[in-house]
């Protein structure tokens, strides 16, 4: 048959296992694999599971990814899909039970539904259309599924280590037209003295990379004028006394820390609460530092044509001995010099006596919309999706900073046109829409059938 031919005997397979694979999906859900805990490795199991019940060959890399693997009929090519089944902590905030997915309106919703077990059964759905249809094919290909990518991605490193990489791999863990770069990540602590405050504690945050939907302090003591200030201020918050303690209370909105601007800072919002009411004054160097989302405070905004803004703010806060700790997180212009960048840092810090600890600097992705793969991927969502979707800079961080010749390739659909009734990635209600990952198994269908063709290709 014709290329459009499979697309349409692709797009009735999908349909007829619409309910299994959202089943698969909700039971991966149900495994709360919050990155570094014990049931990311359940969650491989779960997933190992799925896959030997279909037949397939499976190898395990310790605790840290499988690999689910479609023979080809010639070994000398690899094709790679990769992808991962670790989570960010749920937050609060949700409508919906974060761990017990449910079916709304055609969206699946719970935490990973989207970022990234959604996707990664959709993949397993991709070999099992591949081996359902007979599906000719000359190139093995590997689905590669981690557990730590939300944190120090050492679940590919450890991969590589073991493995030569795929010839090439497609990542579900992006969207449509597909994701050409990313950002710079610069992740650091921020340290102020707040020993000769009122503050006896403040905590805030449970991920580096989310936004912090909650925060609290503990006063020794507090003018009742400033607690008056404090109870009108814009982001009300929780006051109440324990042991002649005053603890404030307050929440915010959970978001990725690349898309800022969709979440609300409770930190951020808390320390601006404390100084401006006139509770803590000795937090002021710290609110200049987030005047705003894109780093102008600490001096290290950049915009470029390429990527955009830098972005950068506060993800967790906690206090050691009369020390205020701040951990931020700015995803980077890709034009943006790492040298230049903690340079401004560090002498605007030190014009406001704020200590800078834990430097982590990853530098950015990017990729030419030209490379051969690329472009053949390219090609294929917008013929096979009907769509006008172009490449795109993001400030996330994928498995493909690390891993070579992988490409994030869709399933997300960024169409500012369209409604989105719940959550994204590390958002409260985090969803994927459903359609999406069944139109998605034909596009990667199409595009491993291309890949192989064209690596075949180089072989004759």
Known sequence: MNERQLAAAVDAWAAEHRAELVQDTIDLIGIPSITGEHACSQ???QLKAMATDFDFAVEQDGNLSISILHPGTDNRTELGMLGHLDVVPAGSGWRYAPFDAVEKNGWLIGRGACDNKGPVVMCLYVLRCLKEMKIPFR???RLIAGCREETD???????LQRHNPPAFTINCDGAWAGCIGEKGILETDLVLDVSQS???DFQGGTAANAIPDQAFAVLSEANPT?????RAYDSVPEISIEDKRIILQLKGKSAHCC???????????LLQLLYDSKLVQDLGPLKQCFSDCYGTGLRINHEDSVSGKTTCTATRAW??????????????AVTQRSEQLITALKKRLDKLGIALQNINWTPPRLDSPNQPEIRLLLDTCREFLDSKAKPYVMGGATHSRIFPRSFPFGPEVLDPRRKR????AHEADEAVCIDDLLHAIKVYVLALYRLDSYFSGKHT
Not at 322 to 332: M, S
């Open 43 to 45: 969650a491989l199991e």
């Open 139 to 141: 190139s093995t290909v």
């Open 153 to 159: 991605m050492l679940d590919v490193k450890h991969y």
């Open 198 to 200: 009122a503050l006896l």
């Open 226 to 230: 400033a607690l008056e200030i404090a």
């Open 259 to 269: 898309t800022p601007a969709r979440g609300k800072n409770a930190v951020v919002c």
């Open 319 to 332: 206090m050691e001995q009369g020390f205020l700790y701040i951990h931020i997180n700015a995803r980077t």
């Open 421 to 424: 009734p719940f959550g994204r």
